[in-house]
Every structure is written in C-alpha cells, then in structure tokens.
C-alpha cells in the first residue's frame, strides 16, 4: 500500500552537493515521522536524518551541519540535501516512513558516490 522511491543519486567529488528525493505514495503528513538512512558496503544501515510530523528534525553527528532534512507535504515528497561531501558519505541511502502505529515503509534506496 505504501510505496516509496528515492531518486537524486550519483557520482559526484568531495566537497560537492547532491539533492535526494523520495516520493511516497500516500500522504506524508499522515505519518509519524519520514527519514533517510544509509547503508555503505559491508557495512549496517545506519541513521541519517529525521522529521517528524510536528516539522521537528534530528541528524546523525557525522552529517549534522552538512545535511538538512525537508519535506513537502503537497507533493508527498522528503528531500535530503547534501553538501560539503566526503568520500565517507558514500552509500545507498534510503528513505523511511513510519506509520503513527510503529510500521516502517522502506524504498528500494540510490546509491550516492563521493570521488576524492
């Protein structure tokens, strides 16, 4: 029922920007928070960013500063904006929704990757 996509991945230097979008198929203002996580190889996937329904936003420590977090409700739509990025950055990074009874919605994610 719920479907949602990231796109905006790519090649991209260090020190570059690159801005991801993910479109749910159903009303994001109807879910408890939206947020993006991140999964290099090898390697567990881990927290990125957060925003809750209320607009209130949390970031991992290795992103906070560089990364931010929006949304817009009239297009079902969650941005992560990326700047300043470094070569750790790289990962398939994946957006989440998660229902006001606890039920995570997962996309499929895009791989973003940062050259030195």
């Known amino acids: 029922q719920v479907h949602l996509v990231e796109s905006g991945g790519g090649l991209v230097q260090a020190g570059g920007s690159l801005r991801l979008s993910c479109a749910v198929s159903v009303s994001i203002f109807s879910m408890n928070a939206m947020a993006w996580y991140r999964q290099a190889p090898g390697k567990r996937r881990d927290f990125v960013a957060t925003i809750s329904r209320a607009g209130f936003t949390n970031y991992a420590d290795a992103v906070k500063g560089r990364f931010a977090i929006s949304r817009d409700n009239g297009k079902n739509t969650v941005y992560l904006q990326m700047n300043s990025l470094e070569p750790e950055d790289t990962a398939v990074y994946y957006c989440?929704?998660?229902?006001?009874?606890?039920?995570?919605?997962w996309g499929p994610g895009t791989l973003v990757t940062v050259s030195s």
């Open positions: 989440k929704a998660t229902t006001n009874y606890g039920m995570d919605y």
